[in-house]
């Protein structure tokens, strides 16, 4: 079984502040971790994924994720937030031979100016 | 340009009416889903396609139909037994065979009111 906690459904930060976003996963075998970013009334967009290789991962818009197994956490961070980084935000994981990704609630990031 | 097209972005439907959305790629995608979104619930399954011809309900399928006969079309019947239909939803695919750990590219999405 594979299951995706994020925590906080808003998250509020200054536009040049410091972007975290925390994502916990259960799963009984490695998974593999994705955090999507949705626009107002868009589709999602990937962002990033993690599939057992560096477990520090890069991904657009200067946004980047690590995977800490112990901790079981694949937090998203970007060191200064843009106005234009405001939109909500998914975090979903894939393990167990699934093809069909469970995804957190998600997280709504708000920038002020 | 490869991607997922729905339509319409709006749309309007009646009470007792059904109601078709439309679901195309061009990614040569094998799986293909429907997702519904509500505000603060995140995405929630619908139905969810391997292969041509073949389907499965998701996690709230009561109310709701589809068909794949086509490798890249996966049309969502949003039928009249669906009491709630009031939603933004999503069309996505993936590579889908188990193994892959294939990201979801998504479509723009569908806007339905129930007037």
């Known amino acids: 079984a594979q299951s995706v906690t994020q925590l906080g459904s808003h998250v509020s930060v200054s536009e040049g502040a410091l972007v975290l976003l925390r994502c916990n996963y259960s799963s009984s075998v490695p998974p593999y971790l994705f955090w999507y970013v949705q626009y107002p009334n868009q589709g999602l967009q990937l962002l990033l994924k993690?599939?057992?290789?560096?477990?520090l991962v890069k991904g657009i818009n200067g946004f980047e994720a690590e995977f800490k197994k112990s901790e079981t956490s694949f937090h998203l961070t970007k060191p200064s937030a843009h106005m234009s980084d405001a939109a909500e935000y998914f975090c979903?994981?894939?393990?167990?031979?699934?093809?069909?990704?469970?995804f957190g609630r998600g997280t709504s990031l708000i920038v002020h100016p | 340009d490869g991607g997922i097209t729905q339509s319409p972005k709006y749309l309007f439907r009646k009470e007792g009416q059904n109601v078709t959305l439309s679901c195309e790629q061009n990614l040569n995608h094998d799986a293909m889903y429907w997702y519904r979104q509500d505000p603060g619930q995140g995405l929630r399954l619908i139905y969810y396609?391997?292969?041509?011809?073949?389907?499965q309900k998701g996690d709230i399928a009561e109310g709701y139909s589809v068909s794949r006969e086509k490798k890249e079309s996966f049309p969502l019947t949003v039928t009249s037994a669906q009491k709630n239909p009031t939603a933004f939803y999503l069309c996505?695919?993936?590579?889908?065979?188990?193994?892959?750990?294939?990201?979801?590219?998504f479509g723009p999405g569908t806007r339905l009111t129930v007037l």
């Open positions: 993690y599939t057992s290789a560096a477990t």
């Open positions: 996505a695919s993936s590579g889908g065979l188990a193994g892959d750990y294939n990201e979801q590219f």
């Open positions: 979903a994981v894939l393990s167990g031979g699934s093809y069909i990704p469970t």
């Open positions: 396609s391997q292969i041509v011809n073949d389907f």
